[in-house]
């Protein structure tokens, strides 16, 4: 399996999506929450699906290919200054000569350089020059850059998944499966990234329309029982959860769960 950082990834639970995909037939998956992508990236890559489509809202792959140049530049001049690969923080004089150089690259790179210079912790919410404390994980670019290869030879767009559903709705048949992962319907999400809040009414319209298009999907949300009461608030009746708990930060953990609904008549 392959990956990129990225908060909010799905890496860990590749094996059971793609259980799910061999086990039933699956052969075309549509990602209407990119981020990373992960799930259908490995799917398609895998060869165990014909097509798979990403929705990549964020147009965080159009930023990648120029990202991954800066990074080598970067861990490059960082690797000359004299800097050791570490978990533990810089000194001063690094730390001051890291933050210069971050502060003259372009803000919209920032969220992908933090993965090595930046405490996980800190990763989420806006970021500040001052957070780049570290130098640490793969500061090489090889799998990062063959992630982006696989990307590249797959379909991707941008736009809500509501138009995304509706543009593909003509294609959806019992070998489609679509992944509907949004930001959680929470509210310490929320405090962390405002720009991606996705409320309750926002996820409840979401499963209304995907009800409507008699669809099979896999559905990601916080807490287990509010995904089992709400699907069956829809009258989803054949669907089957997978709860996990994930690391946030050194001190907070949550539930993630997975969902995989049957939907097709
Ligand atoms: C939890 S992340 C998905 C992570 C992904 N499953 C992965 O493995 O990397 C949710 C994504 O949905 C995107 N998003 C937010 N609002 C959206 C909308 N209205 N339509 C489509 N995507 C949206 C966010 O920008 C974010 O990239």
Not at 133 to 159: A, P
Not at 224 to 235: N, P, S, T, W, Y
Request: with cysteine; charged share 25%; hydrophobic share 40%.
């Amino acid at each position: 399996m392959i990956s990129i950082p990225f908060s909010g990834s799905k890496r860990n639970r590749y094996k059971e999506v793609k259980q799910i995909i061999q086990d039933n037939g699956y052969k075309k998956v549509y990602e209407a929450f990119g981020g990373s992508a992960v799930l259908s990236v490995n799917l398609f890559r895998e060869g165990l699906v014909e097509r798979a489509v990403i929705n990549d809202y964020d147009r965080l792959f159009d930023l990648y290919p120029a990202y991954l140049d800066i990074k080598d530049t970067l861990i490059q001049k960082c690797l000359e200054a004299g800097f050791i690969k570490s978990n533990k923080r810089l000194n001063a004089t690094q730390r001051a000569y890291l933050q210069s150089m971050i502060a003259t690259i372009d803000e919209k790179y920032w969220r992908l350089l933090a993965n090595n210079f930046v405490f996980s912790g800190k990763q989420t919410g806006s970021l500040k020059p001052l957070y780049f404390t570290y130098f640490h994980n793969d500061i090489t670019t090889d799998k990062q850059r063959e992630y982006l290869q696989t990307v590249q030879q797959m379909e991707r767009v941008s736009m809500d998944y509501k138009a995304f559903l509706k543009q593909y709705f003509k294609d959806f048949d019992d070998t489609t499966m679509i992944i509907l992962d949004p930001p959680y319907m929470n509210s310490t999400q929320k405090a962390y990234d405002n720009r991606y809040f996705f409320g309750l009414s926002a996820t409840l319209q979401m499963l209304q329309m995907v009800k409507e298009m008699q669809v099979d999907f896999i559905f990601f949300n916080m807490i287990e029982r509010d995904v089992i009461e709400v699907l069956k608030v829809f009258g989803f009746q054949d669907f089957e959860v997978s709860t996990r708990r994930i690391t946030q930060t050194s001190t907070s953990s949550r539930e993630d769960c997975l969902a995989y609904v049957r939907n097709h008549f």
